[in-house]
């Protein structure tokens, strides 16, 4: 058996993508290992969207080189966004990697390392290629959440994003395929499925006959034995009445939706290409929650994008207020080569984006101790998925609406089922519970 050690960085699709590699080299006498000094094959899954995630992964192959000194038998290889971006210079800059592959060969991943073996020198792999639906996962436990691809690449061009360029053009899924990987995963004890896709809200309108992410929510929402379907990351150019009419009626649809905002102030969103203004968002979520009450909102935010004036800041710290997200994942704008935003004049200095990151970090906490403080006192179901962090005797699970929530499962409520749980106090990363018996309201429950 040859050992693979596999390392993901960056987002849900990456930890997909690494799922399906494990699963294709273990068909084929492959066999997975935690340690990497025990690997035959170590892969590093890679991520491109910041310049911090890039220099991990040098650093990384930095450190494996005196692993690659003392077996040099090891094959190294860097897969995903960077790999993708990067090419052949990824060899150059860290000579100790033996392949590079982009997403579209995920599926030769085994010829690619025999041919590593054969050739004897480096195979870089990123052309374009086939959609292909690769339902190969690891050997593991039965687990109760996973994620489900259902379309890659992006045609948005949003001017800070190198996405279009790692993924490519928008690809779907055929419904058929989605829906045979979410049934085998609901047969091995699968009950909540995230749907994955860089614009997942366009899904389908290139497929023939077009289809739409509504029409695909509603097929899944039919498969016995599933609980909950989620799906990320949704744009809002992109966000239809029908859809939002979906997260409404469809009851395994979950009242959560990731809507990044990235900017409240309309330059700033013009010269990010988003294809959207602060007020048609507000419209968006003022719809959302006129059709669904008890939608929980989040979004990305990024601080220091060129030109971002301290209006245009304090723009986006208002709508973190007007909008009332959950959460919020803010990030300090990183120039990609190769993006129109990296040549964009008036860079904003580092002290200046901490500043402000700092600024925003405090209002999103703020604005999300309060959204939580509206769940005390109400019952909502739990899927459990686990044992608390701090206290191995309680069990922790997440509600519809995505927040954690511990409690004394009193023996009732076992991992992988749905309970009702009183909230009785917000903390400031979760929430705590009591056992209910039954629904007392109905709070991320709407339906
Ligand atoms: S929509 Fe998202 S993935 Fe597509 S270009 Fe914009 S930020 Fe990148």
New binding site residues.
């Given amino acids: 058996m040859t050992k693979l050690h596999l390392i993901t960085y960056g987002c849900q699709m990456n930890e997909y993508d690494s799922e399906r590699v494990a699963g294709l080299l273990q068909a084929q006498r492959y066999e997975l290992t935690e340690h990497e000094s025990d690997a035959d094959v170590i892969l590093l899954n890679t991520c491109a969207i910041r310049e911090k995630a890039e220099e991990k992964v040098f650093s990384k192959l930095g450190q494996l080189r005196g692993l690659k000194a003392r077996n040099p038998r090891l094959i190294v290889g860097v897969m995903g966004c960077m790999a993708q971006l990067q090419q052949a210079a990824i060899v150059k800059r860290a000579p100790v990697v033996d392949l590079v592959f982009g997403s579209p060969a995920i599926a030769r991943v085994g010829e690619l390392l025999d041919r590593v073996r054969a050739d004897g020198r480096a195979v870089v792999e990123t052309g374009e290629g086939p959609l292909v639906k690769i339902a190969a996962r690891p050997r593991s436990e039965p687990r109760l959440k996973a994620f489900v691809t259902v379309m890659e690449g992006?045609e948005?061009?949003?001017t800070?994003?190198v996405?279009?360029r790692t993924r490519g053009r928008e690809r779907s899924h055929p419904p058929g395929a989605i829906l045979a990987e979410v049934r085998g995963l609901v047969a091995e004890g699968c009950r909540e499925v995230t749907l994955l896709g860089?614009?997942v809200n366009a899904y389908g309108r290139d497929l023939t006959p077009p289809t739409d992410l509504p029409a695909l929510l509603e097929q899944i929402d039919e498969i016995d034995g599933l609980e909950r379907i989620r799906f990320t990351?949704s744009?809002p150019y992109n966000l239809t009445r029908r859809l939002i009419r979906a997260i409404r009626d469809i009851p395994k649809v979950v009242e959560y939706l990731h809507l990044?905002l990235q900017s409240g102030s309309n330059d700033v969103l013009a010269r990010m290409n988003r294809g959207y203004t602060r007020e048609r968002y507000l419209d968006l979520v003022a719809e959302l929650r006129d059709a669904v009450p008890a939608v929980a909102l989040s979004t990305d935010l990024i601080v220091g994008f060129p030109g971002e004036t301290e209006a245009d800041f304090e723009a986006t710290l208002a709508m973190v207020e007007r909008v009332g997200y959950d959460n919020v994942f803010a990030f300090r704008f990183s120039p990609r080569p190769g993006t129109p935003a990296a040549d964009m004049a008036d860079q904003i200095p580092a002290e200046v984006k901490a500043r402000r990151n700092t600024r925003l970090l405090d209002v999103t906490t703020r604005v999300a101790a309060a959204r939580s403080r509206r769940l005390e006192g109400r019952t909502v179901d739990v899927l459990v998925d686990g044992t608390s962090k701090k206290n191995g005797g309680e069990l922790s699970g997440r509600t519809r609406c995505n927040r954690v929530v511990n409690f004394d499962g009193q023996g009732r409520v076992s991992i992988g089922q749905l309970g009702w749980v009183r909230i009785t106090e917000a903390l400031p990363h979760s929430l705590r519970g009591t056992l209910a018996s039954q629904p007392e309201d109905a709070a991320c429950l709407s339906k």
């Fill in positions: 992006c948005k061009h949003c800070f994003c996405v279009p860089q614009t990351t744009n990044p």
